[in-house]
């Protein structure tokens, strides 16, 4: 209690001098140019695993803002085993919006790894990016060997989508979204209500109370028969370190019921980045819906 106690009088006085809207300017601020993909909803807004072949997604770029003489439209599949391949979709674009459609059968043909669409498997994660190449001959690659180039004010502006992903996975067919009561036995979000939302077709995402500070996010994926947590800054940091997150935890994974939303039981990592001294461990927290 003695640490958390310490963490919490640092963490209250580095919100006094730097608010959340504060650092959300400065980032986006320091961004010389951001694309913008805008999905098509008359398409899917996911891989469906009982039948990848008959999917087809379709999103338009443009450019929110900078000096950009080109942009070059990638993918990257990311698996589920941990692997990453990167492909080309559109080379040097210079006039926008850049409209594409796309089936998932064309979107496998652009990875020699994958034979056809039946082996992809849940989980598996497609995501398209941009390339950009501003006026004065500067590369900004949207994304890296390790994982995204933007901050993640970037990714998460409600103002635009750098990244757009879409992800192998199975049809919800309950909500899961509305008020539940957070139950947390170890305490450090505490026993809480907090409301789930929508953020895509199978992603959901709260804002609760975390050792004592309000809003802080937490996002999860309902991925078939599995709760995987989206990895999420809370946005608190001590002086010169990482930002407290919370990232999934592969040795312990919820399982849930596509038909049932009145219990989600979340699994992951706690503090996976090692902020202010500490290290990550494992933590459950389970969502009742009210």
Do not use: H
Request: hydrophobic content about 40%.
């Amino acid at each position: 209690m003695n640490k958390i106690y310490i963490i919490s009088i640092f963490l209250i006085g580095l919100f006094l001098s730097c608010s959340t809207s504060d650092l959300d300017q400065i980032d986006l601020a320091k961004s010389s140019a951001v694309p913008n993909f805008t999905i098509d909803d008359t398409k899917d807004g996911f891989i469906d695993k009982a039948d990848p072949a008959s999917g087809e997604v379709g999103f338009a770029l443009t450019i929110e803002q900078g000096s950009v003489a080109s942009a070059t439209v990638k993918v990257v599949y990311n698996s589920v085993a941990g692997d990453r391949f990167f492909a080309t979709l559109i080379a040097d674009a210079s006039t926008y919006p850049q409209n594409v459609s796309l089936t998932v059968n064309e979107i496998v043909d652009l990875f020699p790894q994958l034979t056809d669409a039946t082996d992809l498997t849940a989980g598996d994660i497609f995501s398209f990016f941009a390339e950009l190449t501003l006026t004065d001959g500067t590369v900004i690659p949207g994304y890296k060997e390790d994982g995204p180039n933007y901050s993640d004010d970037v990714i998460t502006s409600p103002l635009f989508t750098a990244i757009l992903n879409y992800t192998v996975a199975c049809g919800l067919q309950a909500p899961f979204t509305g008020q539940y009561t957070l139950t947390d036995p170890a305490g450090s979000w505490g026993d809480q209500t907090v409301t789930v939302v929508e953020d895509g077709p199978t992603e959901r995402s709260f804002e609760g109370s975390f050792f004592g500070f309000d809003g802080i996010p937490f996002k999860f994926s309902l991925i078939c028969d599995q709760v995987i947590i989206l990895q999420t800054s809370s946005g608190l940091a001590c002086a010169g370190g990482p930002d407290w997150e919370f990232g999934p935890d592969p040795d312990n994974v919820a399982s849930f019921d596509l038909t049932d939303d009145s219990v989600i039981v979340l699994d992951f990592l706690d503090n996976n980045k090692g902020a202010c001294g500490g290290g990550p461990g494992a933590y459950q927290m389970t969502l009742t819906k009210l």
